[in-house]
């Protein structure tokens, strides 16, 4: 499975960007995929998730309300809708997929495979 994060660019806070996630050598029909990213000099932390079949969607208490994960399995795609973006939002962001399961959890651990990131810059 590999996946290919795009998207990412530069934008001014209070401004919006689509990223997203395309899978190639398998379909991600039976996969649940998240997002996550990693600020200059901090940990990577997690977004987001969306399970298989769009069953359950995740999101962590700081993307409430502002991002919007979605999918579309005729494309292979994974989408994260980010709307009224704020500085601390800067961060290479990632996409991730694991096989299997009805619901998500926005846990890198249980995620095999990576994409390499796209990053995303807010200005203030």
């Known amino acids: 499975v590999q996946l290919q994060a795009s998207g990412g660019g530069l934008v001014q806070a209070g401004g919006s960007l689509r990223l997203s996630c395309a899978a190639s050598g398998t379909s991600l029909d039976d996969y649940a995929v998240a997002w996550f990213r990693q600020a200059p000099g901090r940990e990577r932390e997690g977004v987001s998730c969306?399970?298989?079949?769009?069953?359950?969607?995740e999101y962590e208490d700081p993307v409430k309300g502002r991002f919007t994960i979605s999918r579309d399995d005729a494309k292979n795609t994974v989408y994260l809708q980010m709307n009224n973006l704020k500085p601390h939002d800067t961060a290479v962001y990632y996409c991730?997929?694991?096989?299997?399961?009805?619901?998500?959890?926005?846990?890198?651990?249980?995620?095999?495979?990576w994409g390499q990131g796209t990053l995303v810059t807010v200005s203030s």
């Open positions: 969306i399970s298989s079949k769009d069953i359950s969607r």
């Open positions: 991730a997929t694991r096989y299997g399961s009805s619901w998500c959890r926005i846990v890198q651990e249980e995620y095999r495979y």
